[in-house]
């Protein structure tokens, strides 16, 4: 399929070492983060999430810091694997109900043996 | 247990015809957004519907609709193309909020 980030920044990091990718957001009023992993030719995929009563969520590998002073994400990946090469987008959104997801630009992460 | 379903998953259309995209959500889930996400960008919200409802839409034209069954399945229509519709649509199913995408359409104007 057809890569999603043909044009987007390119984070390449060796095989092992950890990652970071970093993300702005723009709604003060935003309260609920997602951080997606989408491969080509695939859809978003859920890593994990945040609440804005929290600045840092862990799950296997990944780790997210959520800043809301500065509206600022950032997404840690531990011990980076070439499995993980794909785009990833963060999304913001407003919780209570059913509300739309605003997504980042995306940065595509590059895996290197 | 089957994930957000899409139809078809490519699709080549003229400038002037007119589309329409399929979503099945996951069982049980009764909210269904549409995003569009042209290449080497973000997805951008076009519609989010509730019980057959619309619950939201993003700043797209006229051209676009959509319509939620009492199966919760979902279409998307587009009509009179341009070129600049080309793109990946995407459908996302949600139950207390969170939102799991699926695979996408992939269209295609000429």
Redesign the interface.
Known sequence: ??S?????PTLSVQEGDNSIINCAYSNSASD?F?W?KQES??????II?IRSNMDKRQGQRVTVLLNKTVKHLSLQIAATQPGDSAVY?C?ETT????????????TRLAVHP | DAG?TQSPTHLIKTRGQHVTLRCSPISGHK?V?W?Q?V???????IF?Y?EKEE??R?NFPDRFSARQFPNYSSELNVNALLLGDSA?Y?C?S?LT????????T?LTVV
Request: aromatic share 18%.
């Open positions: 399929g057809e999603v980030g043909l044009h987007l609920y997602i997606y030719g695939k859809g978003p995929q859920f999430d987008f999304a919780s209570g109900g059913y509300n739309k997801l605003i997504f980042g630009a995306g | 957000v909210s957004s995003y996400q290449l080497g960008q973000g997805p951008q919200f989010q509730y619950r939201g993003g990946l995407l996302a949600s909020g969170g939102y799991t995408f699926g695979s996408g992939r």
